[in-house]
């Protein structure tokens, strides 16, 4: 599985920002979930959201929870994360990986495949 991450910039606190993870699967399976994470300067990486690419279930940390989707567009294999209200603990390298991990979770352990990172820096 191929991943990219994109979508990061500069925000203000209380906006909000849309990131887009391509991927590409090349055995066609879409058994598999794809998560969102992101790492802040000093601190663990940790799980924000993720999707079941074949039935979209959804789960979300709870750092976000009420402020995030996740979603995808199937026909463009790209996966969606929109966060709502940033606030400065928002900022990050966010990174998108794939798991075959069943039940879907947001630890990032589970996950096996990697795309590069988008910076994310909220603005207060």
């Known amino acids: 599985v191929q991943l990219q991450a994109c979508g990061g910039g500069l925000v203000q606190a209380g906006g909000s920002l849309r990131l887009s993870c391509t991927f590409r699967?090349?055995?066609?399976?879409?058994?598999?979930?794809v998560g969102w994470f992101r790492r802040a300067p000093g601190k663990e990486r940790e799980g924000v959201a993720c999707i079941g690419i074949r039935d979209s279930g959804t789960l979300y940390a709870s750092s976000v929870k009420g402020r995030a989707t996740i979603s995808q567009d199937s026909a463009k294999k790209t996966v969606y994360l929109q966060i709502d209200s940033l606030k400065a603990e928002d900022t990050a390298w966010y990174y998108c990986?794939?798991?075959?991990?069943?039940?879907?979770?947001?630890?990032?352990?589970?996950?096996?495949?990697w795309g590069q990172g988008t910076q994310v820096t909220v603005s207060s």
């Open positions: 990986a794939a798991s075959w991990y069943r039940p879907i979770t947001v630890t990032p352990a589970a996950y096996d495949y």
């Open positions: 699967n090349d055995d066609g399976s879409s058994t598999y979930t």
